[in-house]
């Protein structure tokens, strides 16, 4: 079969031959139709945290082929939240790390579920405990897993959402439901927020942004709230930090990826979001929006793609 590793990743044409997966019990053989990118393929295939031959994707859509008794039939449409191995024309997954895809949501849509939604609803509710009334600051508010975010405090608690966003994308942000949507290349971000909220600040900040924006989220989040790091987009290292500013607000800093949970976790995860959000989905009450499409092939230039910020949603790869 052909997949895209790191070191193929490079390539004008990306596509490597692999062994078709092996089955272990509990599995699923699913033929992929559609990938989704996320940052995390970006960091691998710019960083090398993982080995060349590491075949990227975390999130796929496609159709189950052969069950190693699984509840899931030959012919199951089912979207997947995997390790690894999307960017590929197969894969092996644990049933546990599947679920199907509603009737109404077609494979290249499906493709953008599994690691946004999971991370924006991770971020919120299983480690951010977002409650009604509260105010969440959702950084990159419109990516996929910001569009996400959005859309899950709207549909699931009566939250407000201030978002931050450049020019372009800041009515994105409103379209998918946020309160509010600041351009940070306009306004100082932290001076909105509490302008916004009347001094209180965000109870909960989702911040993929890192480094660049420490000190104006140490001034944006409110007494005993909470700041979630997601990302490094604007560099890891922060040369100042005054560890009063923490305490003295009692503020809670937490770092997560989903991508090294334990497989208990990502199951017990996927089993929450599936009765919080699964249903949504399936009534059209959840937007999936794909920003742009490339061929499996074409890996290189879905991954330029993001890297240098074009997409507004999703960008996807097709793969059959």
Known sequence: MKVVNIASSKKSNALVNAPMPKLKDGDALVKIHNVGVNHVDLLWADQKVKSDDTVLGLEMAGEVIDGNDTKYNVGTRVMGLIDDGGYAEYIAVSADRLMPIPDNVDYKHAATIPESFLTAYQTLFTIGKLQDNQTVLIHAGASGVGTAAIQLVKKLTKATVI????????????????????????????EEVKRITDDHGADLILDFIGASYYQQNIQSVAMDGQIILIGNLGGSEIKEVNIMDIIGKRISVTGTLLSPRSNEYKAALISDFSNDVYDLLADNKIRLHVSNEFDLSQSKQALACMREKQNTGKIVLNVN
């Open 163 to 190: 978002t931050t966003s450049s020019t372009k994308k800041t009515k994105i942000c409103l379209d998918y439901g946020a309160d509010y949507a600041i351009d940070y290349r306009k306004s100082d971000f932290a």
